[in-house]
């Protein structure tokens, strides 16, 4: 058993190791000048901070980053509101073909995203337009376009566990008088809320890395998200490469933060439920 122990310690400081590297290399260039980007060196030579500051005085950057909080936040909050109603109708009522329903949700996140792409591009710009407005170009877009592909998620993950939450608690709120949204915001969401928390951080994450439709379905500054800024460091007289090392940095860092916050619920949300019946 020692052996062992030994041995998995071993193999999660190599995985650990394995999975910051990228993390740090991205820092190690962020931290160098043009002249020295090319070392071979996996260290830092020098605390040399001018691609960090390019990045944070320039105001594009930080609008960029503003819309994608705003895009994000918004997505998760929705897609969690969505995702609970629709998880607690098809775990509490027995619904015709309801399981024939909750697989097709599925389905539609199994399909590259790249196959909607231009369908999408032509509903943004020709259909969903109303008088001077259209989704186009707009950040309440993409946080709807996201709701298409993460609310699936969300129901799949919430279903599982409400599924864990035993029936009779349901039963004895409606003894008490309870009503169904009664039941909903005094029964279930207090248990569900570890499952809330993982389904908002892992939906946030989808929405605040998501590049493709970011780009294709936006053109202005006032709804580009941080992840399509990235590119705009590549031209056609080379590549800024400390600089979008510095950007890219910076870019995780929101994410880090909203994780920490609810990294104790993580593994509580994603047992959830693990072990019923």
């Keep these: 058993m020692r052996r062992s122990g030994i041995t998995s310690f071993v193999l999660w400081v190599c995985l650990t190791i394995l999975t910051l590297l990228p993390v740090w290399w991205m820092l190690v260039v962020s931290m160098r000048p043009r002249v ?32 994608s909080l705003i895009v994000a936040t918004s997505n998760a909050a929705l897609v969690c509101a969505l995702g609970l109603l629709a998880a607690f109708g098809l775990s509490r009522y027995k619904i015709s073909g309801g399981d024939n329903v909750f697989f097709w949700l599925i389905t539609n996140r199994m399909a590259p995203p790249a196959v909607f792409l231009l369908p999408l591009f032509l509903l943004f710009t020709k259909w969903f337009v109303f008088g001077d407005f259209m989704l186009f170009d707009t ?9 298409v592909f993460n609310l699936p998620f969300a129901i799949w993950l919430l279903k599982g566990m409400l599924d864990g939450i035993p029936l009779e608690l349901d039963e004895a709120a409606r003894v008490d008088g309870a009503t169904t949204g009664q039941v909903l915001s005094h029964v279930i969401l207090p ?55 510095a950007m890219a940095f910076l870019t995780t860092l929101p994410a880090l933060v909203v994780l920490g916050f609810v990294q104790k619920h993580i593994v509580t949300g994603l047992t959830f439920g693990a072990l019923k019946g």
């Design 36 to 67: 020295k980007l090319y070392s071979k060196s996996f260290l830092i030579d020098d605390l040399y901070w001018d691609n960090f500051l390019a990045v944070l005085n320039s105001s594009t950057f930080l609008q960029y980053l503003w819309n």
């Design 139 to 147: 950040k309440i877009g993409l946080i709807l376009l996201y709701c």
């Design 191 to 245: 248990l569900a809320r570890p499952g809330l928390a993982v389904t908002f951080i892992l939906t946030w994450i989808f929405a605040w890395n998501e590049y493709l439709f970011a780009a294709t379905l936006t053109s202005s500054a006032g709804a580009r998200t941080v992840t399509t800024a990235l590119a705009e460091y590549v031209s056609v007289t080379g590549t800024n490469w400390g600089e979008m090392a």
